[in-house]
């Protein structure tokens, strides 16, 4: 019994986390896009959505038995037309865009649903929400999914009182038994969302550094092939900077731990605001980082620089950082059958070897090796 509540009081926390947490509708829409799949999620929303237009048109307006429900599909139409060239023909829709979307299509879909006590128009309108549901369990959070998901039921009520009254039914009964059947099917998508964000929440975890929220050296493995597909003409290297800190031991033993985590903490976001945006950061050891970016020749050495001096900025206590940069040509990663995880360890490895240097020449220096081959 008392695992059973501990287990549950988990599980409640878990769902409050999964609640409470905003919404990061970019990196959601990030994700596919990092792995090539935006463009073709794009499009089939789009195809999907205009072909909703065409049916109602073809099939859904011929049906529809009063003027009411004859405009009532006609817009929807319209609507799911128009839709359908928005996201086939422009840019992928910012969050405002994507909820007037849905909000827009759960208005015109519940008018064509209760002005007509006709099942087809009922089946269409429900299999209309359930796409709904789709997009928003994969890019929304739960409060909106949850909103959509009480709207669909709302309808779903109005609906099976107008049918059960036009045929001398109880409408009562007959809408208690419509929801009981309905809620399962239209609360699973809830279900789903909530399992997909506790998988992510998870593969995350088992890729960044607990303390600075930067990625593992497992990370760095991961997305490497992400970073390569980001490559533009301009680029020519991909350089590993290594940024080990200054005599970091002497900062936990004279003010302990708690302000060592701080300090590492600080030097994880100065590295990260003081690189590109792709680039990926790493946190490898206890002092030690990794930043593995793309670069046009020569500029790998500024970089590293940068990241230096954004390490040394007043601060208190203060902290240097000693430096090591190696790289290799993208078109070494892009050579047939090369391994590109070992092919990273040897620039990393080659970087931290140059690192090592500049500490012992006194720290607070940068050294960059010349590039090497895809060898390694």
Known sequence: MQASLKSFAGFSSHLRDWWS?????????QYFTKRSKSGPIQVLIGMGTGFNGVLSLLILLPSARTPASQIAVAVFAVLQLFWGWVWCYRPWPSRQVSLAFVGSADIAIAAVAVLDTNWLLGLFAFNAFAMLSVLLMFFDG????????????????????????????????????????VTPVVMTPLGIQLGIWAL????????????????????????????????????????????DLDR?????????????????????????????????????????????????????RQRADSVRHAIAAPADPPIT????????????????????IALLDAIVERADQAMFDAKRNGGNATIHVASIDGSG
């Open 321 to 340: 950082a000693s430096v090591g940069v190696a790289s290799v040509t993208i078109a070494s990663f892009a050579a047939e059958g090369v391994d590109l």
């Open 142 to 181: 739960p409060k909106v999914l949850t909103g959509h998901i009480v709207w669909i039921l709302l309808v779903t009520a109005a609906f099976a009182a107008e049918v059960s009254i036009a045929a001398d039914m109880d409408p009562l009964a007959v809408t208690a038994k419509a929801l009981v059947l």
């Open 200 to 243: 992510r929440n998870d593969a995350n975890e088992s890729v960044t550094d607990p303390l600075t929220g930067l990625l593992n050296r497992r990370g760095l493995h991961l997305h490497i092939g992400e970073l390569l597909r980001e490559a533009t003409p301009m680029d020519s290297e991909v350089a590993a900077t290594v940024v």
């Open 21 to 29: 947490e905003p919404v990061d509708y970019v990196a959601q829409v």
């Open 248 to 300: 970091f031991k002497a900062i936990n033993d004279t003010f302990g731990h708690t302000t060592g985590d701080a300090v590492l903490i600080r030097c994880a976001r100065r590295i990260a605001s003081a690189v590109r945006n792709g680039a990926l950061v790493a946190r490898i050891g206890g002092e030690e980082f990794v930043v593995v970016d793309l670069a046009g020749a020569g500029h790998a």
